[in-house]
């Protein structure tokens, strides 16, 4: 079967520090990935998806960067953080040629 | 491009009564609608879907309804129970697109 694994789970971070945030699949070939971010006490905001190895889509322009070196890893990164990248991020992954989306337990970061 | 409005915001039942939750798509296009449950802390999980050519699914105590003209679908879950209580959000996507639209989500509280 296929899992999802994201880590750190929690992360706080000063504001100017980088951040790296990981995202691996397990059991399934080729996937699309994404990344998300939520906001305390809202809703699910679709930061980057990725269709394959070094191919990323941005849905909006901010702090942050997404990358695939490997075709089941996915990673979130920040050069410099802000107050406002607070919140919760959630890798999730669907296949090619399906709909369901399966979320990773998500990261907690506090940027202080 | 798609649009999901989704309502209530917050949702109180006593345990054992129902619980409904509507949400509103725009793209005529979209043909699939997942709902996810999402605890306090951890990523969403899927919990039902339904696609377009069906206009009722039944799983147990959750049921979800597609009106494709009026495009609206709704979420449906009977004897409601205290671990029910979580946030729910409803998305809706075109068959084979990478994308998920999310509603905003309702927080769904069950009073003992």
């Known amino acids: 079967s296929q899992t999802i694994h994201q880590w750190p789970a929690t992360l706080v971070q000063p504001v100017g520090s980088p951040l790296s945030l990981e995202c691996t699949v397990e059991g399934t070939s080729n996937p699309n990935l994404y990344w998300y971010r ?75 | 491009g798609e649009n999901v409005e989704q309502h209530p915001s917050t949702l109180s039942v006593q345990e054992g009564d129902s619980a409904v939750i509507k949400c509103t798509y725009s793209d005529s296009a979209s043909n699939y609608f997942p709902w996810y449950k999402q605890e306090l802390g951890k990523g969403p999980q899927l919990i039902i879907d339904i696609r377009s050519n069906v206009g009722e699914k039944k799983d147990q105590r959750i049921a979800v309804t597609l009106n494709k003209t009026a495009k609206h679908f709704s979420l449906h879950i009977t004897e409601t129970q205290p671990e029910d209580s979580a946030v729910y959000f409803c998305a809706a996507s075109i068959q084979g697109a990478q994308k998920l639209v999310f509603g905003q989500g309702t927080r769904l509280t069950i009073n003992p």
Do not use: H
């Open chain 1, 38 to 112: 939520q906001a305390a006490g809202r809703g699910l905001q679709l930061l980057f998806y990725s269709v394959g190895i070094g191919q990323i889509s941005s849905e909006v322009p901010q702090n942050l960067s997404a990358s695939r070196p490997q075709d089941r890893q996915f990673i979130l990164s920040s050069k410099k953080l802000l107050l406002s990248d607070s919140g919760f991020y959630l890798c999730a992954w669907n296949m090619l040629s399906g709909n369901t989306i399966y979320f990773g337990e998500g990261s907690w970061l506090t940027v202080v």
